[in-house]
């Protein structure tokens, strides 16, 4: 069956970096777009990045563009997020998920994402 574990996440100072991970399983990890989503406490979800199938073409909301990078190992099937110069803003659970269609192409419309992880927690606080 499908799943995305992520980890990474914990408490960093404003300006620290964190590094996110996505252990994906169960499908073929290569042939999908894949996102990170956060939800900072009390608010909906919040689109964050994409990335296609080969790393070849990247997206970023404009709150973390410059800051945050995602990228990919299809060897090791796992999904990351590099997250630098950290805002008190920036304090979330962070999801990663996969688009439902193999190759197809980018989409902000959560009901695309037909699986999600469980989340890791993110809190930039001094």
């Known amino acids: 069956q499908v799943q995305l574990v992520e980890s990474g996440g914990g408490l960093v100072q404003p300006g620290g970096s964190l590094r996110l991970s996505c252990a994906a399983s169960?499908?073929?990890?290569?042939?999908?777009?894949m996102y990170w989503v956060r939800q900072a406490p009390g608010k909906g979800l919040e689109w964050v990045s994409a990335i296609n199938t080969d790393s070849g073409s990247t997206y970023y909301a404009d709150s973390v563009k410059g800051r945050f990078t995602i990228s990919r190992d299809n060897a090791k099937n796992t999904l990351y997020l590099q997250m630098n110069s950290l805002k008190s803003e920036d304090t979330a659970v962070y999801y990663c998920a996969k688009d439902s269609l193999p190759i197809a192409t980018m989409t902000y419309s959560f009901s695309a994402y037909d699986y999600w992880g469980q989340g890791t927690q993110v809190t930039v606080s001094s």
């Open positions: 169960g499908f073929t990890f290569s042939t999908y777009w």
